[in-house]
């Protein structure tokens, strides 16, 4: 058995969710933020069989679109100056992480 932690933007945490319950994979959500941009995100908990993680990762990635946006960064990059201009940075998409899952109940 594995465990997947996907971080997906808070844009695509619906899409996510939706596609997740579309296929009858069960998963936990969590809103977390964090990141350069301290931006919200979505982290989702899934414990799946080891056949099963492959077909979840395209799952989640086909709802995880990676988009351009333009930030004020909320810190200055450069101490000596603030920055008073946005940042074209992409953001979105997901970041994956699949662990062994050495024991599994439920109770």
Not at 30 to 59: H, K, M, P, W, Y
Not at 65 to 71: D, I, L, P
Not at 75 to 90: Q, Y
Request: net charge negative; glycine share 4%; no cysteine.
């Amino acid at each position: 058995m594995k465990l997947i932690t996907a971080i997906v933007q808070e844009k695509d945490a619906n899409p996510v969710a939706n596609a997740l319950v579309e296929n009858d994979i069960r998963a936990t959500r969590l809103n977390t933020a964090g990141g350069f941009l301290r931006s919200g995100n979505a982290t989702f908990i899934i414990a799946t069989e080891d056949n099963n993680v492959d077909n979840t990762i395209q799952i989640i990635s086909d709802n995880s679109k990676k988009r351009t946006e333009f930030v004020t960064p909320p810190v200055a990059l450069n101490m000596a100056t603030e920055l008073t201009e946005p940042l074209e940075v992409t953001v979105g998409g997901a970041t994956i992480i699949v662990q062994d899952i050495e024991r599994f109940e439920q109770i």
